[in-house]
């Protein structure tokens, strides 16, 4: 399975721009091993989403035995939200991944998915039984998720999920975290 997930690239094919009504852009940040969703906030800014093992984000257990633990059997995950009203472009996304950037993949994506999606991800937080645990090493803060973190449910694969809930069709599995934005 290793061996075939290696060479797996999630190809990242966005909606022809003329069949966007009001079209926005979203973005794909590759931090390396795993990747988080930016999107615009209407009130100007950006909100960032990222979503992990709770341990490994969150409790900061990141060991060889805990790592393989995540990927082994389901275990708890969390959900990070960052708000940034001070940034607006991609050439300040620095601010908003104090881990670090590998790569910044912008994709148009009609407005109203952007939307739902946003209120879909902040329902997680308007809902948790906790208050959200601040990251300053990730510059999030992080509440329970209901879906446990596995090997076919992490980081990345739930990025592709947060895609397709845009229109924005991913082939193949960016497991790696490794994306190609293919022109519309």
Excluded at 7 to 23: I, K, N, Q, Y
Excluded at 59 to 82: D, F, I, K, Q
Excluded at 109 to 128: I, K, P, Q
Aim: aromatic residues 10%; contains cysteine; negative net charge.
């Amino acid at each position: 399975m290793c061996l075939l997930l290696a060479g797996c690239v999630g190809h990242v094919l966005p909606p022809e721009p003329s069949s966007l009504d009001r079209p926005v852009e979203v973005y794909v940040l590759d931090h390396g091993r795993h990747a988080s969703l930016v999107l615009p906030r209407e009130e100007g800014g950006m909100v960032r989403y990222s979503y992990g093992e709770w341990r490994w984000y969150v409790e900061g257990r990141r060991h060889w035995p805990a790592g393989a633990a995540a990927m082994l059997w389901p275990t708890a995950s969390g959900l990070g939200r960052g708000e940034y009203p001070g940034v607006d472009s991609p050439e300040q996304f620095h601010r908003l991944a104090p881990e670090g950037l590998d790569e910044v993949y912008p994709i148009q994506a009609e407005a109203g998915r952007v939307l739902a999606l946003r209120r879909r991800l902040d329902g997680h937080f308007e809902r948790a039984a906790v208050e959200p645990v601040p990251s300053e090493e990730f510059g999030l803060a992080f509440v329970p998720h209901p879906r446990k973190y596995s090997a076919v449910h992490q980081s990345n694969l739930v990025v592709a999920r947060w895609l397709r809930a845009l229109d924005v069709e991913v082939r193949g599995s960016p497991w790696f975290s490794r994306w190609r934005v293919e022109p519309p």
